[in-house]
């Protein structure tokens, strides 16, 4: 039996079903440069409690 390509193995992979933990890739989606609060988080969580308050 002839041994199989590293692209043969990835394609026999994905039909089985197998998946492998990448750790080292770069989160997708957009880069998160922002820490602290966003105007819509503060706002939320003035509306919970306000919400909260009035129960």
Same mark, same amino acid.
């Given at each position: 039996m @002839?041994? =199989?390509?590293?692209?043969?193995?990835? @394609? =026999?992979?994905r039909q089985m079903g197998i998946s492998k933990a990448v750790h080292d890739r770069p989160p997708v989606g957009r880069p998160c440069v922002f820490y602290? @609060?966003?105007? @819509?988080q503060s706002r939320r969580e003035g509306r919970m409690i306000a919400k909260y308050y009035n129960d």
């Amino acid at each position: 039996m @002839k041994r =199989l390509t590293s692209k043969e193995m990835q @394609k =026999l992979e994905r039909q089985m079903g197998i998946s492998k933990a990448v750790h080292d890739r770069p989160p997708v989606g957009r880069p998160c440069v922002f820490y602290g @609060k966003t105007n @819509k988080q503060s706002r939320r969580e003035g509306r919970m409690i306000a919400k909260y308050y009035n129960d």
